[in-house]
């Protein structure tokens, strides 16, 4: 700027900049402030939509409580304590801010709407831009002030509780969004400040309380994330069957001397990937497909008992239980026989194949009847059968002999039971982490009837999917069909490494014509 000998003109042109440049000064400040104000109320109703969401999680997990209350309340338990944790934060965090708001507004000791100025719209604390109040609220004297340090002990104190409920193989991938309340680290030449010194020392108030309400946002994510991932949990972590029951399948349990009696050991809603050790007479059975192999000559009439273990490996804690068994069947001699062609259990809604026979008349001579609930049609020892209620049914072989005479050649009783519940996927992927691109590639989901012998198809009607994304907020998307449309489709064309994805509501429809509800699957992307 000129100086020295200048004009009275010249002069009121210098006092003039200088009042502007103050004024521009003082512009840039406001709307700094404003700028805080307006992130600050984005911020609050974020944080009110991730409340919404983890209410729907927390039901989720109250549901799921209700109807597996067994499998499920380790992880409930922990659910509540994120949630108990949670409450007793954002409590705390909203006393500070209410009592920064009171000071830096009608200081009456409570929050008014006399605390607030509306400007251009935006509702700004009255004093949003005094230095003071969060130095002398959380960082003075010296940066140990009694409130501050509560405040810092607490965050740490609830990521230490928080990240106990998560398994250690999974700490690296469920995040936690709030952050630890560190002192950084010292800049050479300047002097070193801790934590509460470099977050709120000499801090607007507008920028303090945003400071906070981010705080609150953390928290709310960090909710999300770990709730989500506890109940994803309760299926990844378990059996894939209701019931561990050891059962013994044979063709027949009624066999001719001089023949193999041969059967099957295995659990019910077995996985054909465990590898089994069935152990019988102190002898472990050769295993295929998850299936004992028993076989013993029978030589002399009578009925056999046998029995064994099966030692299983629980899947979340590898450790093994034994599951003893036994079973029966009875050597006599020659009487009409009827072996299912897939299995001793007659399933609703679809055709169970059977075949028929009886040593000494011909396949052409046997005449087969059902009773109990079903039908059984065919001819030359092959035949149909279709039944309609769970429960038991009984079928009789009445055969012609030479004579031209029909003599009952003996009966079965078999159960009857719905086919099972299949597995829900996307696109025929194993639930867990998945590469991002494999998973974007796949078009909806598919529901697979595993380890099953009949060849049926599943139709997926309709589920919802959770969207979790790293400092995003959670999305629920309801899908009719088995295909992505709509935001679904576009959530899943984005989604990013990081992403985690869990299915529920899953409702599926198969050839017997009821309507499934299946089991949760999550998906974490890497």
């Given amino acids: 700027m000129a100086s020295g000998n200048v004009s009275p003109r010249?002069?009121?042109?210098?006092?003039?900049?200088?009042?502007?440049?103050?004024?521009?000064?003082?512009?840039?400040?406001?709307?700094?402030?404003?700028?805080?104000?307006?992130?600050?109320?984005?911020?609050?109703?974020?944080?009110?939509?991730?409340?919404?969401?983890?209410?729907?999680?927390?039901?989720a997990f109250d549901k799921k409580m209700a109807d597996e209350p067994g499998k499920t309340k380790v992880n409930f338990d922990k659910a509540q304590l994120v949630k108990k944790e949670s409450l007793e934060l954002l409590a705390f965090i909203k006393t500070i801010k209410d009592q920064m708001t009171d000071m830096g507004g009608k200081k009456d000791g409570k929050v008014t709407k006399e605390d607030f100025k509306t400007e251009q719209g935006i509702t700004r604390v009255i004093d949003d831009?005094?230095?003071?109040?969060?130095?002398?609220?959380?960082?003075?004297?010296?940066?140990?002030?009694?409130?501050?340090?509560?405040?810092?002990?607490?965050?740490?104190?609830?990521?230490?509780?928080i990240g106990s409920v998560i398994a250690d193989r999974d700490k690296a991938t469920v995040k936690l969004y709030l952050e630890e309340a560190a002192d950084p680290e010292k800049t050479p030449g300047q002097a070193a400040k801790n934590w509460l010194q470099s977050s709120f020392?000499?801090?607007?108030?507008?920028?303090?309380?945003?400071l906070l309400t981010k705080f609150e946002s953390d928290i709310r994510n960090?909710?999300?994330?770990?709730?989500?991932?506890?109940?994803?949990?309760?299926?990844?972590?378990?059996?894939?069957?209701?019931?561990?029951?050891?059962?013994?399948?044979?063709?027949?349990?009624?066999?001719?001397?001089?023949?193999?009696?041969?059967?099957?050991?295995?659990?019910?809603?077995y996985d054909s990937r465990q590898n089994l050790n069935i152990v019988v007479g102190g002898a472990s059975l050769p295993v295929e497909g998850g299936l004992g192999k028993y076989k013993t000559r029978a030589t002399s009439e009578g009925e056999k008992k046998w029995g064994g273990v099966i030692k299983v490996k629980n899947p979340a804690t590898g450790e093994e239980t034994d599951y003893p068994f036994e079973s029966s069947y009875t050597v006599a001699r020659p009487a009409a026989v009827v072996s299912p062609d897939k299995m001793n259990v007659f399933y609703i809604g679809v055709d169970n194949p059977v075949?028929?026979?009886?040593?000494?008349?011909?396949?052409a001579n046997l005449s087969p009847s059902i009773s109990g609930g079903g039908s059984i049609s065919g001819s030359n020892g092959k035949y149909i059968v279709r039944v309609n209620a769970p429960g038991k049914v009984n079928v009789t072989v009445n055969g012609k002999?030479?004579?031209?005479?029909?003599?009952?050649?003996?009966?079965?009783e078999f159960r009857v039971k719905y086919v099972p519940d299949p597995v829900a996927t996307i696109g025929g992927l194993d639930p867990g982490q998945i590469a991002t691109s494999r998973f974007k590639a796949q078009g909806g989901m598919i529901a697979v009837l595993k380890d099953f012998d009949f060849d049926l198809r599943f139709n997926i009607q309709s589920f919802r999917m959770i969207y979790i994304a790293p400092r995003k907020d959670p999305q629920v998307i309801s899908v009719t069909g088995p295909s992505y449309t709509g935001a679904?489709?576009?959530?899943?064309?984005?989604?990013?490494?990081?992403?985690?994805?869990?299915?529920?509501?899953?409702?599926?429809?198969?050839?017997?014509?009821?309507?499934?509800?299946?089991?949760?699957?999550?998906?974490?992307?890497?």
């Avoid at 020392?201 to 945003?210: N, R």
């Fill in 10 to 59: 010249q002069k009121m042109i210098n006092m003039m900049y200088l009042v502007l440049t103050a004024m521009l000064a003082l512009n840039v400040s406001a709307e700094i402030l404003k700028a805080f104000s307006m992130i600050n109320n984005s911020l609050e109703a974020t944080n009110g939509s991730i409340k919404q969401k983890n209410d729907g999680l927390y039901a």
């Fill in 129 to 161: 831009g005094n230095i003071d109040i969060s130095s002398t609220l959380l960082v003075n004297p010296d940066g140990k002030s009694k409130l501050g340090i509560e405040l810092r002990d607490r965050i740490n104190a609830y990521r230490k509780k």
């Fill in 201 to 210: 020392g000499e801090m607007p108030l507008m920028g303090a309380i945003t």
């Fill in 222 to 269: 960090t909710e999300t994330e770990v709730v989500g991932y506890l109940l994803g949990a309760i299926d990844a972590e378990s059996f894939k069957f209701d019931q561990l029951v050891a059962k013994v399948i044979a063709p027949s349990n009624y066999v001719l001397t001089g023949q193999d009696y041969v059967a099957d050991v295995l659990l019910v809603a």
């Fill in 355 to 363: 075949s028929i026979s009886a040593p000494g008349v011909t396949p």
């Fill in 401 to 412: 002999g030479v004579d031209g005479k029909s003599t009952v050649m003996g009966a079965s």
């Fill in 488 to 526: 679904a489709s576009q959530i899943i064309r984005g989604a990013q490494p990081g992403d985690r994805f869990i299915f529920d509501e899953i409702k599926a429809i198969g050839p017997d014509k009821v309507t499934r509800k299946l089991n949760p699957v999550t998906y974490g992307l890497n």
